[in-house]
């Protein structure tokens, strides 16, 4: 019985530290990270990245423009000839973790502005 009690105890404890570890924002947090600002990152899938969110819902590139909206607590993406495409995420500070079906997938940095004079 002790051990069955000590294996839930550290699975409760691991769990806890998952949980905390991937907090995820609101949709109302991620507008006031984003909007108006610059991240710069790498995804899992994609490679690097760095993209201006313009209040009005564009994103600007280098290479490409495409839009970005807010959809309850999901900030999507829609770029050219793709389906849209949203995503959860976790903010801490200016850091960004972009989480989709419960993994981090990529991550970023948030700047204040459109630093790139996209």
């Known amino acids: 019985m002790k051990r069955f009690i000590l294996v839930l105890l550290l ?4 769990t806890a530290s998952v949980a905390e570890q991937t907090t995820l924002a609101s949709g109302q947090q991620l507008r006031n990270a984003i909007a108006g600002n610059t991240v710069q990152g790498s995804m899992d899938g994609a490679g690097r990245y760095t993209e201006f969110y313009a209040k009005d819902g564009t994103v600007r590139s280098k290479e490409y ?17 793709q389906a ?9 500070g200016n850091n960004v973790k972009w989480v989709k079906d419960g993994k981090v997938q990529g991550s970023g940095t948030i700047v204040q502005g459109n630093t790139n004079r996209y």
């Open 65 to 81: 423009q495409a839009k970005w909206s807010i959809e309850g607590d999901q900030m999507c993406w829609v770029y050219q000839g």
């Open 84 to 92: 849209k495409d949203c995503w959860r995420a976790s903010i801490k």
């Open 11 to 14: 699975s409760l404890t691991a």
